[in-house]
Structure formats: structure tokens, C-alpha cells
């Protein structure tokens, strides 16, 4: 029972790291919080994000919400509005890197709370986990299905910690000390943000 239960983390944690090294919104905001100088709460706002999206699945939450169309298109529209706002400030003010001169842009919270926003207010996270997190439970296991669910969530949102930490600390290592390259990135990676939100809405709208 054990050895089999490994293998389903093991098994899952490998899919789930595919997802995780895949660049999309969570990346741009993450190097645009480094380029700020502001990797931890970033980071931090990301992951408690997936915390969350895990443990609505565990509750049967997410079940719920996916069943009730109506719902999921307004958390829909809602996530991928933040994002494009989000995205379209990025754009028009790009990051000016601050390593040199040890500096930090925005406070603590705000960056936690908009790395919630990119990860939490996303349906698209929530519905990954009630569609993945599942598959890598067992009915027979020792442990009640809710808590197969927290623990493979962790394991996700570990993976997410070591990936979305690079990420910031390589964006501002790379370009700490280059400003024009981080105002492109910068924006670019706005650019990305907008375009995955109207993504997201026009994909919803369509269905």
C-alpha cells in the first residue's frame, strides 16, 4: 500500500512539474517582481493561490463550482479581467530594476495579494487540480480521500516554490544590471499577462 501510494506521488509530481515549468502568467508577474525586487511576497502570493485551489477541490468546492456554468463564467471573467489590469499596468509602467542599489517597489502585501490575485482568481488552476488530482488518489488507501488530495496539492505547490523562486531570482540576476533589457522584458511579459486574460474571456464567452 505504501510502495503504490509513493508511486502515485511520484507519478503525479512528475506531471504536475511539467505544468509548473511551463511560462505563462504566473511567470511574467514572477519576473516582473523580480525585476521590483519583490521575489518573496510574489512568491508567496502565487503559492497561497494553490494552497487555496487545493483545498477547495478537497472540499468538494471545486466539483460544485464546475457543475454551475454561470458561475465559473463570472470567476472566469473576474480572474482574467484582474489579469489583463494587471498585465496592461505592468506594460505602461515596466519594471526598473533596483538590484544595485538594494531598493524594493511596493510594499509586502501588495505584491502577495496580486500574486494571489494571478493564481487564485484563475478558475483555470482549480479546475487543473478537480481534473489531475483525482487520478492519483486511491479509493482503498489508509487516508480519507480530502487528505490524498492536500498532500498532492503540496507537492505541487513545492514545485511551484522552487520554480516561481528561480524564476524571480534569475530575472533579477540576468537583468538586474541591464535597465533596457528588464523595461522589454517588462513589458513583455504585461503583454503576456493581457493576452491570457482575453484568452481566457473570449475561450469562456465562446463555449
Sequence with gaps: MVSVAFGSVVAFWGISLLFVITPGADWAYEITAGLRNRVLPATAG?????????????????TLVAGLPVVLTVLTVAGALYLVWLGVTTFVRPAVPHVASGQVDGAWWRWMLKGFGVSGLNPKVFLLFLALLPQFTQSGADWPLAAQIVVLGFVHVASCAVVYTAVGLGARAVLGTRPAAARIVSRVSGAAMVAIGVFLIVERLLL
Excluded at 47 to 60: E, I, K, N, P, Q
Design 46 to 62: 502565487l503559492l497561497l493561490g494553490h494552497v487555496v485551489a487545493t483545498l477547495v477541490v478537497a472540499a468538494g468546492v471545486g
